[in-house]
């Protein structure tokens, strides 16, 4: 069991640019949630997987936003005309399957700044 | 929709002494999970404690456990014998039918030597 690792885990980007997030979850796990968490905050839920399955969005989620999970593996997390207000940590967590709600274990993070 | 309450943005303790961090929550939901996560400074997120809501009995991991009043929707931490790596953000989180956490704003615990 490796862990949940996540890449890059630092990210400066300039207004305008697209970026591209990479979650790598622990390999039996068959559910995986994006969060994002602002300075003095708990983690906001942005959207989960289950497999390859995109099950649920949340309204933060704005169309510069997509997620994929191809394969039912590791999970990307796009944002394009990246805004000052998009700067945050962004959290990858996984869990395995056994009931309506699981355990979920987290990443690191990858921490985005947008200048 | 669920909402988790942290009303004490920080707290401190000596080393090796106890302290109770609070939390509240407020549900629809009959069938749920509630968390605590500690976040240290490297902030990676680690599961401290898990209670099944359906569960009566308290968890307890070691030196961490948690006062579960379904009832009153209240879902304290305790920690025993405080040690200096124990400072961290912790979050207390909730778990319903539909898969996604929902954090509280974080309590940030100082360990004093």
């Known amino acids: 069991d490796t862990g949940v690792s996540q890449d890059p885990r630092h990210k400066i980007t300039k207004r305008g640019q697209n970026v591209t997030f990479r979650c790598d979850p622990i390999s039996e796990h068959n559910r995986l949630y994006w969060y994002r968490q602002t300075l003095g905050q708990g983690p906001e839920f942005l959207t989960y997987?289950?497999?390859?399955?995109?099950?649920?969005k949340s309204r933060l989620l704005s169309d510069r936003f997509s997620a994929e999970r191809p394969k039912g593996s590791f999970s990307t997390l796009e944002i394009q005309r990246t805004e000052q207000g998009d700067s945050a940590m962004y959290l990858c967590?996984?869990?395995?399957?056994?009931?309506?709600?699981?355990?979920?274990?987290f990443g690191p993070g990858t921490r985005l700044t947008v200048l | 929709a669920q909402t988790v309450t942290q009303s004490q943005p920080e707290m401190s303790v000596q080393e090796a002494e106890t302290v109770t961090l609070s939390c509240t929550y407020d549900t629809s939901e009959s069938d749920y999970y509630l968390f605590w996560y500690k976040q240290p400074p490297s902030r990676q997120m680690i599961l401290v404690i898990r209670q099944e809501a359906y569960k009566q009995q308290n968890a307890t991991e070691n030196r961490f456990s948690v006062n579960f009043q379904k009832a009153a929707k209240s879902f304290s931490l305790k920690i025993s014998d405080s040690q200096l790596g124990d400072a961290a953000m912790y979050f207390c989180?909730?778990?319903?039918?539909?898969?996604?956490?929902?954090f509280g704003k974080g309590t940030l615990l100082t360990v004093n030597p």
């Open positions: 997987f289950q497999n390859e399955a995109q099950l649920e």
């Open positions: 989180a909730f778990g319903g039918s539909n898969y996604k956490l929902t």
């Open positions: 967590a996984s869990s395995s399957q056994t009931g309506a709600t699981d355990t979920q274990y």
